[in-house]
Structure formats: C-alpha cells, structure tokens
C-alpha cells in the first residue's frame, strides 16, 4: 500500500515548468498554445512587428504583422507577462498572442505595437 502512495509523488516530482517548456524527467516538451479558438477581430498594428515563439523579444521570429495590417488576437485578447521591452514608443512587458489576416503564422507580439494596447 506504501508503494501505491509514493508512485504519484514520484511522478509530480519528476514534471518541472522552465520558462515556457514542460520538462519530463529531462525530456522538453512545448507547452500549450494560447486558445485562438476565440479572440478579438480586426485588430491593426501601429507598426511591423515579428510574431515570437515566447513573449521575449530575443525569441524566434516566425513571422511578421506588417503596420497598419489587421489580425485576430487569441485568447480573448489576454495580455501575458514576458520580457520588458521598449517598443512602439511605450515600455511594458505586456504581449499578446496573435495572428495576422492573410498568414496562418501565430505568435507573441508587444501589446504596445497593437491597438489593443
């Protein structure tokens, strides 16, 4: 019965969150995506921005929101905390997931470079 109890615990204790990625027992494994099945429509963006894989402004790029270009903002539109940057003319640690009309590219973009802001 002792055995049966501590099989759990040894498994809660091997999962680690680090930064973004999920750890099992050493292996990476990406966390979840913010939900885009719902979000807030025609949003532009003050200025060309590149969509990052996390809300850090050294994370991948993996596309691009052109200025003045309208997209969808996941997730309702919520604001995630991530690395404090200087951008669009305003300072903040504020991001947004997001997805540009006419790209099927999603990604975190500064809160302060959209209109949502």
Known sequence: MKLRMLAPAIAVSAVTLVGSTLTFGGTAVAATK???SRGMSNV???ETVKLRTSPKTNATAVGQWNKGK???LCHD???FKGQTY????KTSNKWVYAMPYGTHKKGYVPVTCTNWS
Request: proline fraction near 6%.
């Open 77 to 79: 539109g919520y604001k």
């Open 86 to 89: 200087k951008k669009c003319g």
């Open 70 to 72: 309208k997209g969808f």
């Open 44 to 46: 532009a963006a003050k």
């Open 34 to 36: 913010p939900d885009c």
